[in-house]
């Protein structure tokens, strides 16, 4: 039989993952159906496939990612319909003076929780605010949707931020810290495409805020400070108090989480039936299995030794790994529009071959580059659900969305690629 190289065996099964993606099917089941046939075109044996998901499933990592990740759908989920992120919103609209600077920050504030479309639910209100400028509704709409997207590269109660640091092992804290500039790029970079707005307002539809307080506001914004907060410090103390204990930063999150998802119940005075239901939702079960498929995934990739084989194979080709850092969670992303996606298809494999090239010292600069470049991906992707909505809301077609876009991510991409080096000088 003639010889299959490493590469294209995994482009085979990294492609029959993108169709059934494609095809409508599940993320769980797709990245299950990966990592069976993964092992099969390895040449596995059945035994061996059937250890390898099973040590994967019950790796503590494993399970404490899928709950955290629940838990989190469970406190957006919480939240928005006991109405605390309108009322978040609206003590937050008489603090500051300045429509204009209200209008990037309403989707902001929407953007720290992770609500699949969540772009739909602060458009309303930068609709409203427009109406007090002289913003076209194509900016308008561009504004509610990059805005909302802003934290997403480094803020901890996204699932795809948690997943990539327990693929790669890399401390929270060191995460956060390093991909925080990401952030501030991303709201400057924003104003490229709408520079020259006015600051005219109307005066008899501004909003008063000669005696707005900040108590209110900082009440509903408690229980996301108290996840952040507690849940990382808890996480911290834990790891120094066990330090063999390999799920110590989880469980501080987890324990968090459940207090703060507790505190709203007790606060909104929620109905016994609103908690089961909530607590019930199929839609957390699905995301559980999608986690735990994606690390079964990954973990077929290491016991298959298919990376190593790629990567000898990439080396004697003399194909850099900053191109396949780089286009891998582009392309998964723009196809997908879907962060956890591209991190849990393409960094099991991008982490395997940083280590095999030697990189394992310059982790923290590689996955940086490979979320700013598969979420540029995600924000360009005609499949992203917050785009359709938000432009739809706003009557924008994806072409005009496209040229407002293009700007602020090609202003991101340069400096994520220079960021790039200089964070492998500095570590």
Known sequence: ????????????????????????????????????????????????????????????????????VSLILVLSSTMEKVGQMKRLLAHFRGLITQPILNLAVFPALIGLLPMPGGAVFSAPMVKELGDETRLTPDRLSFINYWYRHIWEYWWPLYPGVLLATALAELNLWT????????????VSSGWLSIRGISNHTNASTAPSHASTPLKPFLKELTPILFVIVFGLGAGLFLSV????????????????????????????????????????????????????????????????????????????????LIVLNIVLPFLVGIVTGITIAFVGSTFPILILLIQAYGETPFMTAYIMLAIASGFIGVLFSPLHLCLLLTNQYFSCTLGHAYKLLWLPCLSLFVFCVGYFYLLRYLF
Request: hydrophobic content about 60%.
């Open 241 to 320: 108090i066990f330090p063999g204990w390999s799920i110590s930063k989880e469980t501080g999150l987890i324990v968090a989480l459940c207090l703060a998802i507790a505190w709203i119940w007790h606060e909104n005075d929620w109905p016994k039936a609103q908690i089961v239901k909530i607590i019930t939702d199929t839609n957390l079960l699905n995301m559980m299995y999608m986690v735990i498929a994606i690390l079964v995934f990954k973990g077929m990739l290491e016991d298959s030794h298919a990376v190593k084989a790629i990567s000898q194979e990439f080396q004697a080709q003399h194909i850099p």
């Open 1 to 68: 039989m003639e010889y299959i190289p490493a590469t294209l065996k995994v482009l085979l099964v990294f492609f029959a993952v993108l169709i059934a993606i494609r095809r409508r099917l599940s993320l769980g089941n797709a990245f299950l159906i990966g990592a069976v046939l993964l092992g099969l075109i390895f040449g596995l044996a059945p035994k061996t496939m059937i250890r390898s998901i099973f040590s994967s499933v019950i790796y503590p990592k494993t399970l404490s990612l899928a709950v955290i």
């Open 175 to 186: 995460f956060v810290i390093t991909m925080f500039p990401l952030s501030i790029i991303a």
